[in-house]
């Protein structure tokens, strides 16, 4: 990941004045989507400068050194073969999916249980529950007591005698099916002429119901038996920690039917979110092919822009993260490294986990 590989590799810490390792771009300007104007490091300018920061003689030496030139001495420099700006890569896991995919949705969207969406869907207040939970119950209600036992007048006129009134059993078997499917209105069934004073719905319940719906259809895409399903409560603490394949599916698959369903007809703000979000999708899907020539790098390098664009228009009182800028870089490595399944760190980060779960006495050293 990005902090550890500013360590090994002898780079100054991601949050620094001089955050990234391939150009000098300093932070205080990572807005700026320009890389022509993006001044590069040289390499023999910082094995220069990381010699100079190992032979000072004071701490404020080396730290001035760090300062200026955003580097410090690293024992790989004692490599002859190696080049820390060449050789340090951009992991597309951290990156892409474990950085920009929970960037945009926790930061950008506000996507958490604790507080309101940034602009989503605010969760249903208690005036809005107390209007839908009983139009959501009156028609199953009605439905129900109609079938089991006809009303009449005395139990009609009264909502709560209706409600709470006991079923005769016995009258259920006895029922002649031909009444109960019958069209004509029951004695006292009072449904057309007191239809209007029912609860009914109100326009913030029936929007949140219906996205509900969408987000409900989730559960029915088909994925191949190689995918793994996207979380079910993404964003919430009963959901944990997503991991990298678990950002993807759940954003790159999930959210593209759903969203489409409900910002694909909006005009506005929404529509341009929608549009901004699937510049991110195209990034995913582009960094991550299989094979690569210099049509897919290039179309890889448009849907950065403008998403970043996007990010800067529509999200304007965000800055843009280190992530973002280091993104920019990977059209370079993609010509030097290939494509990112031979050099990104789902390998590594699997024999992590496989170490981890080894028992140990949590006293190194001691067996």
Same mark, same amino acid.
């Given at each position: 990941?990005?902090?550890?590989?500013?360590?090994?590799?002898?780079?100054?810490?991601?949050?620094?004045?001089?955050?990234?390792?391939?150009?000098?771009?300093?932070?205080?300007?990572?807005?700026?989507?320009?890389?022509?104007?993006?001044?590069?490091?040289?390499?023999?300018?910082?094995?220069?400068?990381?010699?100079? !920061?190992? #032979?000072? %003689?004071?701490?404020? #030496?080396?730290?001035?050194?760090?300062?200026?030139?955003?580097?410090?001495?690293?024992?790989?420099?004692?490599? =002859?073969?190696?080049?820390?700006? *060449?050789?340090?890569?951009?992991?597309?896991?951290?990156?892409?999916?474990?950085? *920009?995919? #929970?960037?945009?949705?926790?930061?950008? !969207?506000?996507?958490?249980?604790?507080?309101?969406?940034?602009?989503?869907?605010?969760?249903?207040?208690?005036?809005?529950?107390?209007?839908?939970?009983?139009?959501?119950?009156?028609?199953? $209600?009605?439905?129900?007591? %109609?079938?089991?036992?006809?009303?009449?007048?005395?139990?009609?006129?009264?909502?709560?005698?209706?409600? /709470?009134?006991?079923?005769?059993?016995?009258?259920?078997?006895?029922?002649?099916?031909?009444?109960?499917?019958?069209?004509?209105?029951?004695?006292?069934?009072?449904?057309?002429?007191?239809?209007?004073?029912?609860?009914?719905?109100?326009? #913030?319940?029936?929007?949140?119901?219906?996205?509900?719906?969408? *987000?409900?259809?989730?559960?029915?895409?088909?994925?191949?038996?190689?995918?793994?399903?996207?979380?079910?409560?993404?964003?919430?603490?009963?959901?944990?920690?997503?991991?990298?394949?678990? !950002?993807?599916?759940?954003?790159?698959?999930?959210?593209?039917?759903?969203?489409?369903?409900?910002?694909?007809?909006?005009?506005?703000?929404?529509?341009?979110?929608?549009?901004?979000?699937?510049?991110?999708? /195209?990034?995913?899907?582009?960094?991550?092919?299989?094979?690569?020539?210099?049509?897919?790098?290039?179309?890889?390098?448009?849907?950065?822009?403008?998403?970043?664009?996007?990010?800067? %228009?529509?999200?304007?009182?965000?800055?843009?993260?280190?992530?973002?800028? =280091?993104?920019?870089?990977?059209?370079?490595?993609?010509?030097?490294?290939?494509?990112?399944?031979? !050099?990104?760190?789902?390998?590594?980060?699997?024999?992590?986990?496989?170490? $981890?779960?080894?028992?140990?006495?949590?006293?190194?050293?001691?067996?």
């Amino acid at each position: 990941d990005m902090p550890a590989a500013h360590e090994v590799a002898g780079f100054s810490p991601h949050n620094s004045t001089h955050f990234c390792r391939f150009c000098f771009l300093p932070s205080s300007d990572i807005d700026n989507l320009d890389m022509g104007s993006w001044p590069q490091r040289s390499f023999d300018e910082h094995r220069s400068q990381a010699l100079k !920061w190992k #032979e000072a %003689a004071t701490e404020a #030496e080396r730290a001035a050194i760090t300062t200026s030139a955003g580097l410090r001495y690293s024992v790989l420099l004692r490599l =002859a073969y190696w080049n820390a700006i *060449l050789f340090t890569v951009i992991d597309s896991m951290h990156a892409i999916l474990l950085g *920009l995919i #929970e960037t945009h949705c926790r930061s950008l !969207w506000g996507m958490n249980n604790k507080a309101a969406d940034f602009d989503g869907i605010s969760p249903m207040g208690k005036s809005v529950i107390d209007s839908t939970v009983p139009a959501l119950k009156s028609p199953c $209600q009605r439905k129900t007591n %109609a079938r089991l036992h006809p009303p009449t007048k005395a139990i009609s006129t009264t909502k709560d005698v209706r409600v /709470d009134a006991p079923v005769d059993s016995g009258n259920v078997g006895g029922s002649n099916d031909k009444d109960l499917k019958s069209d004509s209105p029951l004695e006292g069934d009072s449904r057309g002429e007191n239809e209007a004073s029912e609860p009914s719905l109100t326009s #913030e319940a029936r929007e949140t119901l219906s996205c509900m719906s969408d *987000l409900e259809n989730r559960k029915t895409i088909s994925t191949p038996s190689w995918l793994g399903r996207a979380p079910k409560r993404a964003g919430s603490a009963q959901q944990g920690k997503l991991k990298a394949d678990e !950002w993807r599916s759940f954003c790159c698959i999930s959210l593209v039917f759903t969203l489409i369903r409900i910002w694909g007809h909006d005009e506005g703000r929404y529509g341009e979110m929608l549009a901004n979000f699937m510049h991110l999708v /195209d990034m995913v899907n582009l960094a991550h092919y299989r094979e690569l020539d210099e049509k897919t790098i290039e179309s890889y390098r448009c849907a950065t822009l403008d998403y970043l664009e996007g990010v800067k %228009a529509l999200f304007y009182d965000h800055t843009l993260v280190p992530n973002h800028h =280091a993104v920019m870089h990977l059209p370079d490595l993609f010509r030097r490294f290939g494509p990112v399944h031979a !050099w990104r760190t789902f390998a590594f980060e699997r024999y992590n986990g496989m170490m $981890q779960s080894i028992n140990h006495n949590s006293r190194i050293g001691a067996y």
